[in-house]
């Protein structure tokens, strides 16, 4: 007999340990029924309790002794991958008298714990119903005598339960034909009950209750003996009363420019689709699973409540959806009869655009401006995070304005929008020969407030031109340009008023294609980061099989950072070379190769984390760390109760650094890495490796 190791148990009787009891076990069938986990098998093993017991390969069912005059109250089931030490509890023994034919044994069944002990003795102080069982069935069952002195047939009704079923103030109600049961139910686990027949034929059984499912069969009972019914599963269900309010006027709703004027016009009645999705167990899922309702909400009723019933416990997000108002969702515990208060609010904002003396008919914030009056309001889902920029899309074709409000845009704001008449053309050319670059990528940056806003400037056409406008006039506006072949140029910062042009011209000078080489044994495959020592990411490039890359220009002791798929990662500053120089990237002899599991304790209060290095006084980029560790297959972030794996080359002292989601988000980003972050990366913890292989944040 093949045995587990770990099954150990602690058996006491009134509270003290006993030393000289037994542990019995038996082959379980299926758990869901104790038809079929009880029955299935008849033979019983039982051996000394002290120490570590072994027992089957498979799943057992595990009962204690202590010779003729204590046995346990219930039945453990016990599974080959279930090592935790059970406890089972003896009490006084009780003979149940009941006589067993030739093929036939006896057993009990305890009602408080739905548990078929084998054999003639049962607990003294438990309800124990007495069985005879033949062939995996119970073909005799003793049931209290009927009051009215008839015996009827006896019906067994195995009602089955989910593995954790959701707490409810009361078991559901087992009944047949209107008739409570002789012996019902004791606890929300699978059970059997117990019933006396009228007599035989067809009977209804139906299984109902507060917060349980209904469910009803009808079923054919022997005349005479025992009739065990097919299992009926107890399924808990919930309900959820939303009862909402409209707390905001809304405006005429429109979204297109082709929309027709409303004045005078009666608007169609808003109905909002109101569904209720059950999320998903697993914390660090973010899509919600299948709806588990819809409903309707009309929201000039001003108040309503919506109602879903026969849902299962659990988290929902109730999102309430119309093809022109943002989304508006809710989360709820629904455990029985849930009710929620909801109050159904927008954030309106309104104002006028203009361009100059022009009113301005422009799709704005999920809205459209009047053609006539430039006048808008619109409706947010809530106030906008603090930096957000407002696009204006006029809709004549003309360019979009982007701008950060100068206000925030709170319930009731009103923004007047004023489209400045300026421009900015850029010119972008070849350094050595003038010659007009086409095609060439042209971006603008500005700092408005304690935003950092990074724009598009498109591409230039045929004559090395392409025209930025309108410009928000919030300061010094930078121009950048690149293109394929050439080193990207930035100009000197200018300065844009609502009504001023501006020139700019980019001279680009030609790439000089530098040549690279990683010199590491088996498979170079991977990445090389360029980091500036502020943290811009100045250029990433792919390695080949063979080692080979080529790159662009860069400052000598930059951050360089490789990252390979079956290498360690590499961190060292770029050294100076002449143009016609490889770049080398080896490891020198001798050093150290760290393999670290980096994890963040289940106990952390942090939500998540993204991780890097310290070599020395490098720091690792997190795009670079998060290169490495998705080719090599590892967790790229950290949730409380997860590891992630790396593989650091070890020439200076190692320093893991937790970059922790509440940090970051709380930080602006601009063209910053994550790593580097300068309000908040003096903040992100760290930990120093010294002969550690395994590092925990709490």
């Known amino acids: 007999m093949r045995s587990l190791s770990a099954a150990s148990f602690d058996i006491r009787h009134e509270g003290a340990v006993v030393r000289d009891a037994e542990v019995c076990f038996f082959a379980a069938g299926a758990a869901a029924s104790p038809i079929t986990r009880f029955l299935e098998d008849a033979k019983v093993t039982c051996v000394d309790a002290n120490g570590v017991i072994p027992l089957p390969a498979h799943a057992v069912n595990v009962f204690a002794r202590r010779g003729t005059d204590l046995i346990s109250d219930r039945v453990l089931l016990v599974t080959p991958d279930d090592h935790e030490r059970k406890a089972l509890t003896l009490r006084p023994v009780r003979r149940l008298g009941i006589a067993a034919g030739i093929g036939e044994r006896s057993a009990g069944y305890v009602v408080r714990t739905a548990s078929i002990i084998p054999g003639d003795v049962a607990p003294a102080d438990e309800r124990v119903v007495p069985l005879v069982v033949k062939g995996g069935r119970i073909v005799h069952v003793e049931l209290d005598a009927p009051r009215n002195g008839k015996k009827g047939p006896v019906v067994i009704v195995p009602v089955v339960f989910p593995a954790a079923a959701p707490a409810r103030k009361h078991l559901p109600t087992i009944e047949i034909g209107g008739a409570a049961p002789e012996v019902g139910l004791a606890a929300a686990e699978p059970s059997l009950v117990f019933f006396r027949a009228k007599t035989g034929g067809d009977v209804h059984v139906s299984l109902h209750g507060e917060g349980w499912k209904t469910v009803e069969q009808t079923f054919a009972v022997e005349p005479r003996g025992v009739t065990t019914t097919p299992p009926m599963s107890a399924r808990a269900i919930a309900s959820l009363n939303v ?21 005078g016009v009666e608007p169609e009645p808003v109905r909002l689709k109101a569904t209720l999705l059950r999320l998903p167990k697993e914390e660090d899922s973010v899509a919600p699973g ?13 108040s309503g409540t919506l109602r879903y019933e026969e849902i299962p416990d659990g988290r929902y997000l109730l999102r309430l959806t119309h093809p022109l108002l943002p989304a508006l969702e809710a989360k709820v515990d629904v455990s029985g009869e849930t009710d929620l208060e909801l109050d159904v609010h927008y954030i309106r904002v309104t ?28 409706v947010l889902a809530s106030v906008p995070p603090p930096a957000s920029m407002v696009y204006v899309e006029p809709c004549d074709a003309s360019p979009p304005y982007r701008f950060v409000p100068p206000i925030e845009l709170r319930d009731n704001a009103v923004l007047d929008i004023d489209i400045p008449d300026n421009r900015i053309t850029v010119r ?63 100009a000197e910062p200018l300065a844009v008023a609502p009504d001023t042009n501006r020139d700019v011209e980019l001279r680009l000078a030609r790439k000089a294609e530098r040549r690279g080489q990683v010199s590491l044994g088996g498979d170079p495959t991977g990445r090389v980061f360029w980091c500036t020592s502020d943290g811009q990411v100045t250029e990433s490039v792919a390695v080949s099989a063979d080692g080979r890359f080529t790159y662009g220009r860069h400052a000598e002791s930059e951050i360089v950072t490789y990252a390979g798929r079956s290498q360690p990662l590499i961190a060292l500053r770029y050294p100076r070379l002449g143009i016609d120089d490889v770049f080398e990237i080896r490891l020198e002899n001798p050093v150290r190769v760290r393999t670290i599991s980096v994890g963040l304790s289940p106990e952390s209060h942090e939500e998540a984390a993204f991780v890097t290095v310290m070599v020395g006084d490098l720091v690792v980029p997190a795009a670079a760390m998060d290169s490495h560790l998705m080719m090599r297959g590892a967790r790229r972030s ?23 989601f509440s940090l970051l988000q709380q930080s602006k980003f601009g063209d910053r890495d994550y790593a580097y972050l300068p309000d908040v990366a003096a903040a992100f913890p760290r930990k120093r490796v010294g002969d550690e292989v395994t590092i925990e944040f709490p």
């Open 428 to 490: 972008v050319s070849d350094e050595g020969t003038g010659a007009p670059i086409a095609d060439a990528h042209v971006t603008y940056s500005t700092q408005h407030g304690d935003a950092h806003i990074n724009e598009e400037g498109g591409r230039t056409g045929a004559g090395g031109r392409t025209v930025i406008a309108p410009v928000t006039p919030t300061g010094a506006f930078t121009v950048c340009g690149e293109a394929k072949g050439f080193e990207s140029s930035c």
């Open 290 to 302: 299948d709806p588990a309702g819809e409903r309707e909400l009309e929201y000039e009723q001003h």
């Open 351 to 378: 104002g006028t655009i203009r361009k100059g003396s022009q009113s301005v008919h422009a799709r704005v914030l999920g809205t459209v401006s009047s053609p006539h009056t430039g006048m808008y309001s619109a």
């Open 638 to 660: 950290l949730r409380p109760g997860t590891t992630t794996i790396a593989a650091i080359a070890e020439p200076a002292p190692l320093t893991v650094v937790l970059l922790p």
């Open 243 to 263: 009862h909402w309010r409209a707390t905001t006027e809304l405006p005429a709703l429109k979204q297109d420019c082709e929309a027709a004027e409303t004045v």
